[in-house]
C-alpha cells in the first residue's frame, strides 16, 4: 500500500469501479433530466411538443418562447409577461438581503464579543426562529402589514423578508465570529478603538467568507420564496415566483408549454448562476443553515 | 478652583462615556432582539389566540369559542386527509433521500474521476425554487405531453403512468420531485462526514481482513449515526413546511388528494374565511416541528457543554 495514499483506503476491481461509474452516471442523468427537458423545450413552437417527443431535439429551434415568456405572456390579466416581476423580485430581494445581513453581523459581533448576563438565553431565541413554520405568522404579519399600510407593497415583503431573516444571519455571524481570535478585538481597545471602530476596522474587514456565505443564503431563500409573496403582494408587487405560478397555473386558454418552461428557466437563472460562480459557498451556507449552532 | 472644577467635568463626562459605552452592544442588538420578540413570539401567541376565537374573514379576539376549533379540526376529513399525506410524503421523503444519499455519497467517495462535476450536478436542483422544481415535473409526469407520451411515441403502446392525475397515487409525484430536489444535498452532508472519517480506522479494518462491505457495514456507516440526525432534523422540517412544490404542482389536487396541513392552513384561512380553524392547524404545525426541532437543539447544546 503506498503511503502516499491519504484520502481514501478502500480498494476495489475494475469491474466493481465500471459499476460504480455506471450507477454515477445514471444518476446523474435523473438529476439532469428535469433541466434538460426545461431547456430543450423552451427553445422548440408549442405543437412539437404537443406532437412531438419532450426529450429529442427541437426540429425548429426558435427563442419565441423566451421573449414571450420575458415580455408578452399573460400573467394574471396582464399581458406583460415576467419582466416587471423579475424586476419586483431584484427589488425585494436586494435591500432585504443588505440589511438582514448588515444586522446579523453586528448581531454576531454583539453576542460573541460584548457577552453579557442573559445574551445566550437571546441568542437560543433567535436561533429558535429559524425553524418556525410561517404558516404561525401569516396572519399577524398581513394584520400587522395593513396597520402599517404596507399591504401589496415590495416594501412590506422587503420588511418581512428582514425580519424572518435575521435568525439566520445572526447563526452565521455568530458561529464564524465565535472562532474569531477575542485578542485581536481586545488589542484594538487598547488601542482606543470603540465598539464600532473594532467591528469596522478588525472583524468586517476579515469576514469575507462568512459575508458571502450569508448572501448567498439570504439571497436564494429569498428569490426563491413563494409564500410570503402569494400572501402580501397584490398583482404590482408579485415576486418572480409567486407569477410563474400564475403563469402555468392559469386556467384560461391554451397551456403554452415552452412559455411555461422558458419562464421556469428565467425564475431559476439567478439563484442558478449564483450557484455556478460560488458553488463552494453555496454548500457551506447549506450545511451552517441545516446543521445549526 | 477653576482647575479642580474642570478636572470634574471630564471625570464625570469620562463617566457617561463609559456607561454608555457599556450599554451600546446592547443598543445594538436590541433592535433585532424586540424584533424577535414581536414577530416571532408576539405572531405565536397572536395566532394562538386566533386558534380559540370564532374568526372568519377577519381576527376578531372578542369571540372566544375554546378548543371547538381544535375539536372541527380533528373532525374535518380534509385535515385527516393533510396529515394522512403527511406521513406518507415525511416518511417516503427521509428515508429515500437519506437511503440515495448516503448511497451516492459512499460512492462518490471511492476516488471518482469527475468527482468535481458530478457533485455539483447532483446538487443543483437545491439552488432552484420549489415553484421551478414543481413546474417541471409537473409536465413531465403529465400523461398528455410527459413520460407517457414520450414512452407511447418510442412505442410501448401499452405504457401507462397517470400517478398526478390518480388521487390515490398524486401524493407519490410530490415525493418524486421532493427527492430529486433534496437528496443532493444529504449527499453532500455525507460526504463531509465519510471525509471525516479516520483513515487509520479503515487501515486497521483491512488488515484485519474485513471486505469492503463489512467495513462500511460495520465501521463506517455506523459512524454516520450523526450525519443521520442532521439529515432527518433538516428532512422532517422542510417536509411539514412543505406548501410550495404542492402549490405547483398538483395545487393540492386531484380534488383534495394531495393537500397537505401547510395547504390546509393556506386554503382555509384564505380560501374559505376559517381563521379560527386556519390558526389552529398552524399551532399543531408548529407543535410537530417543535417536536422535531426541540430534542435535538437540546441534545445539540447539552453535546456543546459537554464537550
Known amino acids: 500500500m503506498s503511503s502516499s495514499q491519504s484520502q481514501q483506503a478502500v480498494k476495489m476491481g475494475f469491474a466493481t469501479r465500471l459499476l460504480v461509474y455506471g450507477i454515477l452516471l445514471i444518476v446523474a442523468i435523473f438529476y439532469l433530466l428535469p433541466l434538460y427537458i426545461m431547456i430543450v423545450n423552451s427553445l422548440k413552437p408549442l405543437v412539437e411538443i404537443q406532437q412531438g417527443n419532450m426529450l429529442s431535439l427541437p426540429h425548429e429551434w426558435t427563442v419565441a418562447a423566451w421573449s414571450s415568456a420575458w415580455s408578452t405572456a399573460q400573467i394574471g390579466v396582464e399581458p406583460t409577461g415576467l419582466k416587471p416581476y423579475f424586476l419586483n423580485s431584484l427589488l425585494m430581494v436586494v435591500p432585504a438581503v443588505f440589511i438582514a445581513t448588515m444586522l446579523g453581523a453586528l448581531n454576531g459581533y454583539v453576542l460573541t464579543k460584548w457577552r453579557f448576563r442573559g445574551s445566550e438565553i437571546i441568542f437560543a431565541m433567535m436561533l429558535l426562529s429559524c425553524f418556525i413554520p410561517f404558516q404561525i405568522v401569516i396572519i399577524p404579519s398581513a394584520r400587522l402589514l395593513g396597520l402599517a399600510g404596507l399591504s401589496g407593497t415590495i416594501a412590506g415583503l422587503v420588511a418581512i423578508h428582514t425580519v424572518y431573516g435575521l435568525g439566520f444571519t445572526t447563526l452565521f455571524f455568530r458561529n464564524f465570529y465565535e472562532a474569531f481570535p477575542t485578542e485581536l478585538v481586545r488589542a484594538a481597545q487598547m488601542d482606543g478603538a470603540r465598539f464600532f471602530q473594532t467591528f469596522w476596522r478588525i472583524l468586517l474587514p476579515n469576514s469575507g467568507p462568512i459575508i458571502v456565505v450569508t448572501v448567498i443564503w439570504q439571497f436564494t431563500n429569498i428569490w426563491n420564496d413563494f409564500l410570503f409573496g402569494a400572501s402580501f403582494s397584490d398583482a404590482d408587487s408579485q415576486p418572480m415566483t409567486v407569477a410563474l405560478n400564475n403563469l402555468v397555473n392559469s386556467s384560461t386558454g391554451v397551456k403554452e408549454y415552452n412559455v411555461h418552461f422558458a419562464g421556469a428557466i428565467l425564475a431559476a437563472l439567478p439563484t442558478l448562476l449564483v450557484y455556478i460562480l460560488s458553488g463552494r459557498y453555496f454548500v457551506r451556507g447549506l450545511m451552517a443553515g441545516s446543521v445549526k449552532g | ?307
Open chain 2, 1 to 307: 478652583m477653576l482647575d479642580d472644577q474642570t478636572s470634574k467635568q471630564t471625570f464625570t463626562r469620562v463617566l457617561a462615556r463609559r456607561r454608555f459605552a457599556d450599554i451600546l452592544p446592547k443598543l445594538v442588538l436590541a433592535p433585532s432582539f424586540a424584533i424577535t420578540l414581536v414577530f416571532v413570539y408576539g405572531f405565536i401567541l397572536f395566532t394562538g389566540a386566533l386558534s380559540l376565537t370564532g374568526s372568519k374573514l377577519l381576527p376578531d379576539l372578542t369571540k372566544w369559542v375554546g378548543l371547538t376549533n381544535y375539536e372541527r379540526l380533528f373532525d374535518h376529513p380534509n385535515w385527516w386527509i393533510s396529515l394522512g399525506n403527511l406521513a406518507i410524503f415525511t416518511c417516503l421523503y427521509i428515508t429515500i433521500c437519506s437511503v440515495l444519499g448516503l448511497a451516492l455519497a459512499i460512492l462518490l467517495d471511492q476516488k471518482i474521476r469527475g468527482e468535481g462535476v458530478l457533485r455539483p450536478i447532483y446538487l443543483y436542483p437545491m439552488a432552484l425554487s420549489f415553484i421551478v422544481t414543481g413546474v417541471a415535473w409537473k409536465w413531465f409526469l403529465d400523461p398528455g405531453i410527459g413520460l407517457e407520451h414520450v414512452m407511447k411515441l418510442w412505442g410501448f403502446e401499452s405504457f401507462s403512468f397517470r400517478w398526478i392525475k390518480d388521487s390515490q397515487f398524486a401524493i407519490y409525484t410530490i415525493v418524486i420531485a421532493a427527492i430529486w430536489q433534496s437528496s443532493g444535498f444529504v449527499m453532500a452532508m455525507f460526504l463531509a462526514g465519510l471525509r471525516g472519517v479516520d483513515n487509520e480506522i479503515i487501515k486497521a479494518a483491512q488488515i484485519d481482513g474485513a471486505s469492503n462491505w463489512t467495513l462500511y457495514r460495520r465501521i463506517i456507516i455506523p459512524m454516520m449515526t450523526p450525519v443521520f440526525l442532521s439529515a432527518f432534523v433538516v428532512l422532517a422540517h422542510l417536509a411539514i413546511k412543505s406548501y410550495d412544490l404542492v402549490v405547483a404542482m398538483t395545487d393540492g389536487g386531484p380534488g383534495t388528494a394531495t393537500w397537505t396541513p401547510a395547504l390546509f392552513m393556506q386554503k382555509f384561512t384564505f380560501g374559505r374565511n376559517e381563521m379560527g380553524m386556519g390558526s389552529a392547524s398552524a399551532i399543531i404545525m408548529l407543535m410537530m416541528v417543535a417536536a422535531v426541532i426541540v430534542p435535538y437543539l437540546y441534545s445539540e447544546l447539552a453535546k456543546k457543554k459537554s464537550s
